[in-house]
């Protein structure tokens, strides 16, 4: 990811001091949007003035949008709350240089060994995750794994979170991919990257939003892991998923809540 970030900083930042701040500023929009200026000027330990600056140049840029929301219980009382999240041209600044490389590589692999050349490729640039974080969740508690697993994406890139579903287990957010714009042509990288999660959690995971499809985050529903469940119950979940096993009703509902809030 560091040739990612590089780029990012230069279609970002220029050379000086004062666009280097502003790089970090639309990177923390980035990985924690949408967000107030008074949160992103204590992150980075600037007045508000200064994030002001830097809010107005991402804006003009069009790298950035505002969005106005109101506190809940609020009745018209009051200035609604102003949030800022990265736009589309925004994400693409972070975005990895070589997408065009690896598209052309993927297609070359499809059209000389088949579609199926180009899952087992998938699988394994997961692999090693897999095969690191496995090992690691087993002195992981069970309640703690999804946030485990969500600072090891965010370490390789991904600016990813771990929250509580609101209808039960947990959710796990990836507000950057770096290979989306590959994955939009190959969605064989999704499903590998959903069936790892499976086996690294060791749970029925199901995917309800990626960056690669137009949402605005990644979104993967853990289901709550199962007293009696055995280490490979989130790994035969997964390939039953993706050989077309209909969904659960607990999972149709999350899907639906999760189209009603947008996410």
Do not use: N, W
């Not at 809940?72 to 997408?99: N, V, W």
């Not at 609101?166 to 969605?187: M, T």
């Amino acid at each position: 990811m560091r040739g990612a970030e590089e780029t990012a900083v230069v279609r970002l930042s220029g050379v000086s001091a004062e666009h280097g701040t502003r790089a970090r500023v639309a990177r923390l929009i980035l990985e924690h949007g949408p967000v107030t200026a008074s949160a992103l000027g204590e992150r980075l330990g600037l007045t508000s003035a200064a994030v002001r600056r830097h809010l107005d140049a991402l804006l003009a840029d069009g790298l950035i949008e505002p969005r106005t929301v109101r506190p809940r219980g609020q009745r018209g009382r009051g200035r609604p709350a102003k949030l800022f999240a990265i736009t589309d041209e925004g994400r693409s600044a972070f975005e990895h240089a070589y997408d065009g490389l690896a598209g052309s590589a993927l297609r070359f692999l499809a059209e000389r060994a088949g579609e199926q050349a180009v899952a087992e490729f998938a699988r394994s640039q997961v692999a090693g995750l897999v095969g690191r974080l496995r090992r690691e969740m087993r002195d992981v508690p069970a309640d703690q794994r999804v946030r485990v697993l969500a600072e090891a994406l965010s370490a390789d890139g991904y600016a990813a979170s771990a929250s509580k579903a609101g209808l039960g287990g947990d959710q796990l957010c990836q507000h950057h991919c770096p290979v989306a714009h590959v994955a939009a042509e190959f969605p064989q990288l999704c499903e590998a990257e959903t069936e790892a999660f499976a086996q690294i959690l060791g749970t029925p995971v199901q995917r309800l939003a990626t960056i690669a499809h137009g949402d605005g985050v990644c979104t993967t529903h853990v289901s709550p892991r199962r007293a009696d469940a055995g280490p490979d119950t989130g790994e035969r979940d997964a390939h039953r998923q993706t050989t077309g096993a209909a969904p659960s009703a607990t999972h149709e509902a999350i899907d639906e809540t999760s189209k009603e809030t947008g996410r």
